[in-house]
Every structure is written in structure tokens, then in C-alpha cells.
């Protein structure tokens, strides 16, 4: 008995330290707010986890000197290796019945250097063939560097688009380094 008992306890620690370290996915929720909107939410603290909806885990980095993540310790980081961040890739008809008229990205970026060609894109495609691709300039001349600035991004979705189109919605670099944080990705139907 005694035994039995250190061993639940030793489990619960172990419970307790893996759970601290690695936050539940709470910030990772997919929300219907109602018939006319869905929201994706994420802060990249899990994103190494993987989740559903959500690509390319091999931007994620875990800042630990100099910059500091707009939120925990995770963001998703573009370089002269990796031009597109950690991105929400989904069919729409996994994402509600409907079809969106409008993508709404909200979200952080920080960037060391002044680059006019940082972006943050939404590329819809069938089977990989683009059929509409849009691009959000993030930096005007007047952009401080090296701060976090906040972003919308919107999106129209003017043109006709079937149920097994595929959306992807990342940001986009062009060779030089920027970090992206706390993604909010509202669909509206
Ligand atoms: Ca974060």
C-alpha cells in the first residue's frame, strides 16, 4: 500500500511538472462564436504539439535571449532558410457547412530590419493549383524596428470557391528575419 502510494504520488508530480512546463492547449480553441463566425486562436506555446489546422512546426523557436515572444516563450519565425511561418492550412468545408466572404488575421510581428516586402498572405488552392492569393503589407517606411506591432489583416474572398478548396494563411518574409505571435484567424460566413 505504502508503495502504491509514492507511486500515485510520484505520478502526480510528474503529471504536475509536464503540465507546467507545457501549458494545456487552451489557446489553441477553435471557437464558433456563432453561425457566422469561427475562430482560430493560437499563441505557438503548443504549437510544437501539433495541431490540428496548423502547419509547418519547423518555424517554431523558443526565444531565450534578446527578443522576447509577445506572449510565453514560442512564436514562429521567418529567415533567409524559411520564407513562410507557421501557417493555418485548411479545407473550408472542415472548417463550417458554409463558405467565408471574409478572413480576418489578427496577430503580432517583430522585425529587426526595415522589409517593405513583409507580408502576411492568404493563398486558397485546389489541390495545390492557386486560385486566389493575396498579400497584406506588414511595414510602411515609418514601421519602428524591433518592437512588436499588431496586425489585421483582411481578407475578402471575392471570387467563387468550392467546399474542398484548400485556404492557407501565413506570413511571409522574403529571406530576411521577422517573428510572428498570437494568431487569431476569424472566418466570417
Ligand atoms: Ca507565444
Same mark, same amino acid.
Given at each position: 500500500?505504502?508503495?502504491?502510494?509514492?507511486?500515485? =504520488?510520484? +505520478?502526480?508530480?510528474?503529471?504536475?511538472?509536464?503540465?507546467?512546463?507545457?501549458?494545456?492547449?487552451?489557446?489553441?480553441?477553435?471557437?464558433?462564436?456563432?453561425?457566422?463566425?469561427?475562430?482560430?486562436?493560437?499563441?505557438? @506555446?503548443?504549437?510544437?504539439? +501539433?495541431?490540428? !489546422?496548423?502547419?509547418?512546426?519547423?518555424?517554431?523557436?523558443?526565444?531565450?535571449?534578446?527578443?522576447?515572444?509577445? #506572449?510565453?516563450?514560442?512564436?514562429?519565425?521567418?529567415?533567409?532558410?524559411?520564407?513562410?511561418?507557421? !501557417?493555418?492550412?485548411?479545407?473550408?468545408?472542415?472548417?463550417?457547412?458554409?463558405?467565408?466572404?471574409?478572413?480576418?488575421?489578427?496577430?503580432?510581428?517583430?522585425?529587426?530590419?526595415?522589409?517593405?516586402?513583409? +507580408? =502576411?498572405?492568404?493563398?486558397?488552392? $485546389?489541390?495545390?493549383?492557386?486560385?486566389?492569393?493575396?498579400?497584406?503589407?506588414?511595414? $510602411?517606411? #515609418?514601421?519602428?524596428?524591433? @518592437?512588436?506591432? @499588431?496586425?489585421?489583416?483582411?481578407? !475578402?474572398?471575392?471570387?467563387?470557391?468550392?467546399?474542398?478548396?484548400?485556404?492557407?494563411? =501565413?506570413? =511571409?518574409?522574403?529571406?530576411?528575419? !521577422?517573428?510572428?505571435?498570437?494568431?487569431?484567424?476569424?472566418? @466570417?460566413?
Amino acid at each position: 500500500m505504502k508503495n502504491l502510494l509514492i507511486l500515485v =504520488f510520484t +505520478g502526480a508530480l510528474i503529471y504536475g511538472c509536464s503540465n507546467s512546463s507545457n501549458p494545456p492547449a487552451a489557446t489553441d480553441a477553435q471557437n464558433q462564436i456563432n453561425e457566422n463566425q469561427v475562430v482560430f486562436e493560437n499563441d505557438m @506555446e503548443s504549437a510544437l504539439a +501539433g495541431i490540428p !489546422a496548423w502547419s509547418n512546426e519547423k518555424t517554431i523557436i523558443r526565444l531565450s535571449e534578446g527578443v522576447k515572444a509577445h #506572449s510565453g516563450e514560442f512564436v514562429t519565425k521567418v529567415d533567409e532558410v524559411d520564407l513562410y511561418s507557421y !501557417a493555418f492550412k485548411e479545407t473550408f468545408e472542415n472548417i463550417n457547412e458554409k463558405l467565408p466572404k471574409n478572413v480576418i488575421v489578427k496577430g503580432w510581428f517583430y522585425s529587426p530590419v526595415q522589409n517593405p516586402e513583409l +507580408g =502576411f498572405v492568404m493563398d486558397i488552392n $485546389e489541390n495545390n493549383s492557386t486560385k486566389i492569393w493575396q498579400s497584406y503589407k506588414l511595414m $510602411e517606411a #515609418s514601421t519602428s524596428v524591433n @518592437e512588436w506591432h @499588431e496586425f489585421t489583416a483582411t481578407f !475578402a474572398i471575392d471570387q467563387p470557391v468550392k467546399p474542398s478548396y484548400q485556404i492557407k494563411l =501565413f506570413g =511571409f518574409g522574403a529571406k530576411k528575419t !521577422a517573428y510572428f505571435d498570437d494568431l487569431k484567424v476569424t472566418f @466570417e460566413f
